[in-house]
Nanobody, 121 residues
């Protein structure tokens, strides 16, 4: 069974930094696109950043210049380095990945359970 497990969330003061990790485990052939989403309190889930297997990245305008997404394909892990954090970054952060499984032609979409990030003013 494939699982995505996020870690690295916590409480930080405004201006501080956190590094999130998301590790995929199970019978995995390879992983295509990986993304980080977030869901602020009372709001819908939104895309924060994405990265292709080849390393091409995209970011939400609200985090450009502050957040950096990266991945380690050998470890099936994606990271999100978050700097200059603001109170409005407070949210549950979720990892999403398109994972290729043995015996399947197309990748399957998986979500982690999320990790809380709280930024105090």
């Amino acid at each position: 069974q494939v699982q995505l497990v996020e870690s690295g969330g916590g409480l930080v003061q405004a201006g501080g930094s956190l590094r999130l990790s998301c590790a995929a485990s199970g019978r995995i052939l390879s992983i295509d696109d990986m993304q980080w989403y977030r869901q602020p309190p009372g709001s819908q889930r939104e895309l924060v950043a994405g990265i292709t297997r080849g390393g091409y990245t995209n970011y939400a305008d609200s985090v450009k210049g502050r957040f950096t997404i990266s991945r380690d394909n050998a470890k099936n892990t994606v990271y999100l380095q978050m700097n200059s954090l603001k109170p409005e970054d407070t949210a549950v952060f979720y990892c999403n990945a398109a994972i290729r499984l043995p015996g399947f032609m197309a990748p399957s979409n998986y979500w982690g359970r999320g990790t809380q990030v709280t930024v105090s003013s």
